[in-house]
């Protein structure tokens, strides 16, 4: 059930009293804490057993409140964030001196974004300073996008779960280093590249590798307990085949286009047509495919424009290497 008002204050008490509250917002559901209360920030990495060096988003109820918690704001954020925001934009700014080194990993920039929720803005504006979250999963797992799937990961490690239903993107904000000569994305999100160059009045780049930390670039992150290949899509049916007969239960991301065509496999998700569905039911599929007990997954890279290029980047993590344990 949606949060109510008494939820909405009950739980700004809890971040003023250093505890952990996990919050919707448009994107993923978030694990928030105090953001000046380094202590409580602390606890978010404990949590999600994230290493330190890690770096936090700070939400924040309205873009005026921007000035407070950087150095300074050059003209290209203040275009983007009178722009996108409330939406799936963080900036990345140089910090302010309210922000505490915990939430930034060391780092002295800061992620800041305002969150385009309903129940995400009624907290950020009853407590009245900034929450920095992460998304609400244990490190390296697919993200949460129901309270459901909060409390099934998290349980009672978190001191209250706020409801707003399942999130309307699905995807991670889009990440935009506003810090050097150009605006460049350390992780494509919900705002797409055509978005952003749009605003701008020119491309931005997405570099491979940056100077900053950002913990999306490890090899494995937002994976399911299967594991994924990433295949052409003419292969799909073939390596779905070949896989499930050499003995693995085998779940596949399916295009829209073969949705009629024969499966060999142990389950199916149908993917929707529009890169908007996809990107909203992208963590869902994985966990449904994990609940069925697939042990492999097969998909292919939706094509690399608009929200693709953040599906792509989610799957491509997903399927990335992992530590072995
Ligand atoms: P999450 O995806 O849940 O781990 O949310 C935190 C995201 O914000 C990570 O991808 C971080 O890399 C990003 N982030 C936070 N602060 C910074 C920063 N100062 N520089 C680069 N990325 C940051
Ligand atoms: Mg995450």
């Not at 209360?37 to 700070?58: C, N, Q, S, W, Y």
């Not at 978005?195 to 992150?221: E, F, K, N, Y």
């Not at 608009?306 to 491509?316: F, K, P, Q, Y």
Request: hydrophobic share 45%; aromatic share 4%; with cysteine.
């Amino acid at each position: 059930m949606t949060a109510t008002s008494s939820d909405i204050e009950k739980a700004a008490g809890v971040l003023r009293a250093g505890g952990l509250v996990a919050l919707p917002t448009e994107t993923v559901y978030g694990l928030g804490a105090n953001a000046e209360d380094p202590a409580a920030v602390t606890r978010i990495f404990e949590v999600k057993g994230r290493p330190p060096t890690h770096p936090l988003i700070v939400h924040v109820a309205a873009a005026a409140q921007l000035d407070d918690w950087v150095a300074e704001v050059p003209p290209a954020a203040r275009l983007l964030a009178d722009r996108f925001w409330p939406g799936p934009l963080t900036l990345v700014l140089r910090r302010g001196t309210r922000v505490p080194l915990e939430a930034t990993g060391g780092l002295e920039t800061v992620a800041v974004r305002v969150p385009d929720h309903p129940v995400a803005l009624a907290l950020l504006s009853a407590f009245g300073g900034g929450v920095t979250a992460p998304s609400a999963n244990r490190f390296g797992q697919v993200s949460p996008t129901t309270a459901a799937n909060v409390r099934s990961e998290l349980g009672g490690a978190v001191d209250f779960v706020l409801d707003g239903g399942p999130c309307e993107v699905g995807v991670e904000s889009t990440i935009v280093d506003v810090t050097g000569e150009q605006p460049a994305i350390l992780r494509p999100g919900g705002v797409t590249r055509e978005d952003l160059a749009a605003v701008l009045g020119h491309p931005v780049a997405v570099p491979s590798t940056s100077g900053v930390r950002v913990p999306g670039q490890h090899p494995s992150h937002y994976a399911p307990r299967a594991r994924v290949v990433l295949v052409e899509p003419k292969k799909i049916l073939a390596e779905a085949e070949l896989a499930q007969e050499d003995g693995c239960q085998v779940g596949v991301f399916l295009p829209p286009q073969l949705a009629d065509a024969p499966v060999k496999a142990h389950a199916v998700v149908v993917l929707p047509e529009s890169p908007a569905a996809y990107a909203r039911g992208l963590y869902g599929f994985l966990r449904e495919l994990d609940q069925q007990g697939c042990d492999l997954i097969v998909a292919s890279l939706p094509p690399e424009e608009g929200l693709g290029l953040a599906i792509g980047n989610r799957l491509r993590r997903a399927a990335g290497p992992r530590a072995v344990t």
